[in-house]
């Protein structure tokens, strides 16, 4: 018996690894056809945008429309040709305006300045003309913080400070200086100046920024070193873009990217673009985008992230196409699953002709891009990334202005588990704490300051650091316990202290054993069951137990005590029969028909049944 059981566990297993199997193999399968049928998509998209082009380029009359077009087909060489010239033809004195007949604007001079980049051409004047479109009145608030380990005699543009031992300034600053935030800073009010800085100690110098009417401070990257008695010289170098007298956002976010991929200096734009990307009108341009390739702060890719409406697009401009083509323009090269989830939904939106009902070029260039034919005969052609002397890096590692799209490395393509990039400088290693005249925080310590980037595992901190003393967790203090994602059964949420516990905890308070009030109701019930089969199978039997039983009440309740064949009591003698007084007893004699009382008593009954009967 226990043979044949185990023959059947035994085939079940096999049976469900070989079910097993076969799901993965189809799944297998189907992700390869999935993937062939969405190759199959995107060439029919790029011979619909083919055949819209024509010989002419489509024969557009905007900026946008030309800029996209030859960004998404410069890697045929015949059709790149036409766009280069369609875009060279809408050129007015070194700039581009948004259509043929207006004047020059500053996102269409950065969006063609993007695309002739893209196929190598010289746009060294038209990178001229914007920068010559640079305003340093961005309205920010700008402060300067100077800080030495211990107390410091300072000399700014000939004014003597001190900073002292808790940090705080005093002296008078010179002019264009005032003191700030408690006295700890010095507030920058006049940006155009330079002031010149020497002290008696090592000190550094950092500058921060603030939006008017905000509580948020923002650090530059820009913090210098000096040794005592050198000095150094620090200006406010800020800028955005506008052909006006006032700041054109979006204007500037297409302009730095445009400057960055030609090599330009991008850090004086970022703290204008980084203040003002919350701002209620700046979010349909979605500033995050351009922020993560200017910086690849993954502060900004969250943001993307959290921006895609129902896990499939972006839709901040009213203009879904657009704007997804835009979030998946930061995105390139990463394998994610938002990635994935936007083309699934681009690709299930495609009209029947290939294209999209708009943008076909900008999404065609952001989600599935082809590198620039560099010969002729419309082929894709690129060289060795190292064999030209440059650098193939983690892409992670390289900048959108340090890459170069026309190189190739071994690990460049999508499906590579270390997606690498060509890139014309090789990044700077991290400098060591130390290095940084920085304090290495161990494990069971905090910083109270700044945190410095640094290749340490370990918290470097700009100021020092102190004994990491965490509070007291007031969920296991008043006896409940923190339990990771949600209760167990027989516990239940005290929401009141979920937040003293670590994130993604909560903490629980114990209701009753897990299990325990279930187990003995499921054990009373199968006793139940149990009693009930065996009171259905004896049931003649237990009608004559009840039967004697209920015999035996009723002969107790008579004061009688049960019958028991052939028992007498000990010493019991019976007594002879004596015969009545006045003589022997003697027997009625009954009448001729006349009927004993029992039987008479049976008559009269089943006479009034007749009568009742009748």
Same mark, same amino acid.
């Given at each position: 018996?226990k043979?044949?059981k185990?023959?059947h566990?035994?085939?079940?297993?096999?049976?469900?690894?070989?079910l097993?199997v076969?799901?993965?193999?189809?799944e297998?399968?189907t992700s390869?056809?999935?993937e062939?049928?969405?190759?199959?998509?995107?060439?029919?998209?790029?011979?619909?945008?083919?055949?819209?082009?024509?010989?002419n380029?489509?024969?557009t009359k905007?900026?946008?429309?030309?800029?996209?077009?030859?960004?998404?087909m410069a890697?045929?060489?015949?059709i790149?040709?036409?766009?280069? =010239?369609s875009?060279?033809?809408?050129?007015?004195?070194?700039?581009?305006?948004?259509t043929?007949s207006?004047?020059?604007?500053?996102?269409?001079?950065?969006?063609a300045?993007?695309?002739?980049?893209y196929?190598?051409?010289d746009t060294?004047?038209?990178?001229?003309?914007?920068?010559?479109k640079?305003?340093?009145?961005t309205?920010?608030?700008?402060?300067?913080?100077?800080?030495?380990t211990n107390?410091t005699?300072?000399e700014?543009?000939?004014?003597?400070?001190?900073?002292?031992?808790?940090?705080k300034?005093?002296?008078?600053?010179?002019s264009?200086?005032?003191?700030?935030?408690?006295n700890y800073?010095?507030?920058?009010d006049?940006?155009?100046k330079n002031?010149?800085?020497?002290?008696?100690?090592?000190f550094?110098v950092?500058?921060?920024?603030?939006?008017?009417?905000?509580n948020?401070?923002?650090?530059t =990257?820009?913090t210098?070193f000096?040794?005592?008695?050198?000095s150094?010289t620090?200006r406010?170098?800020?800028?955005?873009?506008?052909?006006?007298a006032?700041?054109?956002?979006?204007?500037s976010?297409?302009?730095?990217?445009?400057?960055?991929?030609?090599?330009e200096?991008?850090?004086?734009?970022?703290?204008?673009?980084?203040a003002?990307?919350d701002?209620t009108?700046?979010?349909?341009?979605?500033?995050?985008?351009?922020?993560?390739?200017l910086?690849?702060?993954?502060?900004?890719?969250?943001?993307i992230?959290?921006?895609q409406?129902?896990?499939?697009?972006?839709?901040?401009?009213?203009?879904?196409?657009?704007?997804t083509?835009?979030?998946?323009?930061?995105?390139q090269?990463?394998?994610?699953?938002?990635?994935?989830?936007?083309?699934?939904?681009?690709?299930?939106?495609q009209?029947?002709?290939g294209?999209?009902?708009?943008?076909?070029?900008?999404?065609l260039?952001?989600?599935?891009?082809k590198?620039p034919?560099?010969?002729?005969?419309?082929?894709?052609?690129?060289?060795?990334?190292?064999?030209?002397?440059h650098y193939?890096?983690p892409?992670?590692?390289?900048?959108?202005?340090n890459?170069l799209?026309?190189?190739?490395?071994p690990t460049s393509n999508?499906?590579?588990?270390?997606?690498?990039?060509?890139?014309?400088?090789?990044?700077?290693?991290?400098?060591?704490?130390?290095?940084?005249n920085?304090?290495e925080?161990?494990?069971?310590?905090?910083c109270?300051?700044r945190?410095?980037?640094?290749?340490?595992?370990?918290?470097?901190?700009?100021?020092?650091?102190e004994?990491?003393?965490?509070?007291?967790?007031?969920?296991?203090?008043?006896?409940?316990?923190c339990?990771?994602l949600?209760?167990?059964?027989?516990?239940?949420e005290?929401? =009141?202290?979920?937040?003293?516990?670590?994130?993604?905890?909560v903490?629980?308070?114990?209701i009753?054993?897990?299990g325990g009030?279930?187990?003995?109701?499921?054990?009373?019930?199968i006793?139940?069951?149990?009693?009930?089969?065996?009171?259905?199978?004896?049931?003649?039997q237990?009608?004559?137990?009840?039967?004697?039983?209920k015999?035996?009440f009723?002969d107790?309740?008579?004061?009688?005590?049960?019958?028991?064949?052939?028992?007498?009591?000990?010493?019991?003698?019976?007594r002879?029969?004596?015969?009545?007084?006045?003589?022997p007893?003697?027997?009625?004699?009954l009448?001729?028909?006349q009927?004993?009382?029992?039987?008479?008593?049976f008559?009269?009954?089943?006479k009034?049944?007749?009568?009742?009967?009748?």
């Amino acid at each position: 018996m226990k043979i044949k059981k185990s023959v059947h566990l035994l085939s079940v297993i096999i049976l469900f690894a070989l079910l097993s199997v076969s799901l993965i193999l189809a799944e297998i399968e189907t992700s390869s056809t999935d993937e062939e049928t969405q190759q199959s998509e995107i060439d029919k998209a790029y011979q619909c945008l083919t055949d819209q082009l024509g010989d002419n380029c489509g024969d557009t009359k905007s900026t946008k429309t030309a800029a996209f077009n030859l960004l998404s087909m410069a890697y045929d060489a015949g059709i790149q040709s036409d766009c280069k =010239s369609s875009l060279i033809d809408k050129l007015n004195n070194n700039c581009w305006s948004e259509t043929t007949s207006g004047t020059c604007d500053i996102k269409s001079t950065a969006l063609a300045i993007l695309a002739l980049e893209y196929i190598g051409e010289d746009t060294d004047t038209y990178v001229d003309w914007l920068l010559s479109k640079r305003l340093s009145n961005t309205g920010l608030i700008w402060y300067m913080q100077v800080d030495a380990t211990n107390k410091t005699a300072c000399e700014i543009n000939g004014n003597e400070v001190i900073i002292e031992d808790n940090k705080k300034i005093s002296g008078t600053p010179p002019s264009g200086l005032s003191k700030a935030y408690s006295n700890y800073w010095f507030k920058i009010d006049d940006i155009l100046k330079n002031y010149t800085i020497s002290c008696d100690n090592d000190f550094i110098v950092a500058l921060s920024y603030q939006k008017p009417g905000s509580n948020v401070y923002h650090i530059t =990257s820009e913090t210098e070193f000096a040794s005592e008695f050198d000095s150094l010289t620090v200006r406010v170098n800020s800028y955005c873009f506008s052909t006006s007298a006032q700041c054109d956002y979006e204007g500037s976010l297409w302009a730095t990217l445009a400057l960055a991929n030609t090599g330009e200096e991008k850090n004086p734009y970022i703290p204008y673009l980084t203040a003002m990307d919350d701002k209620t009108e700046n979010r349909k341009y979605i500033p995050a985008s351009f922020l993560y390739i200017l910086t690849g702060s993954d502060d900004y890719y969250d943001q993307i992230v959290d921006m895609q409406k129902t896990n499939h697009y972006w839709d901040e401009s009213r203009n879904k196409f657009f704007d997804t083509a835009l979030a998946l323009f930061s995105l390139q090269g990463a394998v994610t699953s938002e990635v994935d989830a936007a083309k699934r939904y681009l690709i299930n939106n495609q009209e029947n002709t290939g294209c999209w009902p708009s943008d076909t070029n900008f999404l065609l260039y952001a989600g599935w891009p082809k590198s620039p034919a560099t010969t002729g005969g419309g082929t894709i052609s690129t060289v060795d990334c190292e064999e030209y002397g440059h650098y193939c890096v983690p892409i992670s590692d390289c900048s959108y202005a340090n890459t170069l799209n026309n190189f190739d490395c071994p690990t460049s393509n999508s499906f590579s588990s270390t997606l690498q990039t060509c890139c014309d400088v090789l990044p700077l290693p991290v400098p060591t704490c130390s290095e940084q005249n920085g304090y290495e925080c161990t494990s069971d310590e905090i910083c109270p300051g700044r945190s410095l980037e640094s290749d340490s595992y370990n918290i470097c901190c700009d100021e020092y650091c102190e004994p990491d003393e965490p509070e007291e967790n007031a969920c296991v203090a008043e006896g409940y316990s923190c339990e990771s994602l949600e209760c167990a059964e027989g516990y239940e949420e005290i929401s =009141s202290y979920s937040s003293d516990c670590f994130s993604g905890e909560v903490c629980c308070q114990y209701i009753e054993k897990p299990g325990g009030g279930s187990l003995w109701l499921i054990i009373l019930l199968i006793v139940l069951i149990i009693l009930v089969v065996l009171a259905i199978i004896f049931r003649n039997q237990l009608k004559v137990w009840v039967y004697k039983r209920k015999s035996k009440f009723k002969d107790q309740k008579q004061g009688r005590p049960p019958a028991r064949p052939g028992f007498m009591p000990p010493g019991f003698r019976p007594r002879p029969s004596l015969p009545p007084r006045g003589g022997p007893m003697r027997r009625p004699m009954l009448r001729r028909g006349q009927a004993p009382n029992k039987d008479r008593e049976f008559d009269d009954t089943m006479k009034k049944l007749r009568e009742m009967s009748k």
